[in-house]
């Protein structure tokens, strides 16, 4: 947010809200969800309205859903003996501008478990306030793969796989005109560190020859795409067919004919000898 935006929309709470009597304050968190991506930082903006010193208060992150600690200000100093587990060594309070009220929170790395509601928490001896605030993790996974089978009837079965997305992506398949084609199959399924690993399939006959399949994060509408051109996939997936299937119906035919042939001279030697054999003694 540009400054004078804060400016105004703080005038503007200042106006909607009962001015505080002395002492209070509101607290005021990220006015919009925050998106945070697996793997970097996120920084949890939070400040006190009007300005004031909050060095000498209290200040706290929670989260709900798991209910917990996150991070704990006081006394001048971080104390995190009850901050939740899976934050241990994440967080790092920023408290450069506190004297004027502004702190945040950082978190890094950032985990898929991090996505939820926050609260952070302001006290001072005789007052205390919170904001509220949302946060969503994402995470855009690696370039899609397509592998080609080809099928018993001349089709041709595609599957195509992408691993590392947060939350569950969209994933499509399109023809070279950009329709959808509908899939066979389509499975989804988060590894053991949250992230989803994609895997659809899709049977084409020889006609649609050309398309693409398409992860899509639906947080950051950021899209990830694999094409497949069947005419390149086709002729070298023959070339083995040919080779272990024809080769061997020519030699089983050459075979065949050499034998035919074989017998086929023997019993006219045999025939001869027995014709001129005869003529031979008369
Ligand atoms: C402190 O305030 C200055 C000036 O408004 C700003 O540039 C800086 O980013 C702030 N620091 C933090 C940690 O918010």
Redesign the pocket.
Known sequence: MQ?WCVGISTLLLSALLPWPGTGQFHVIGPGAPVIALIGKEAVL?CHLSPVMDAEDMDVSWYRSHPTGQVHHYSTSQDLIEHQRHEYRGRTEF????IT?G???LRIHPILPSDAGEYRCFFASSTFYNEAQFKILVTGSGTAPQIYIEPGYTGEMKLTCTSTGWYPEPEVQWRDVRGQRLTSASETKTAAENGLFHVETSITVDTRSRDGSCTIRNPVLREEKEAQFSLSDAVFPRLWPWIVGFAVPLCLLAAGTTFSVLFVCTKRRKRLIKKQYGKLFWI
């Open positions: 400054p903006p920023l408290k450069e501008n004027k502004q702190v945040a």
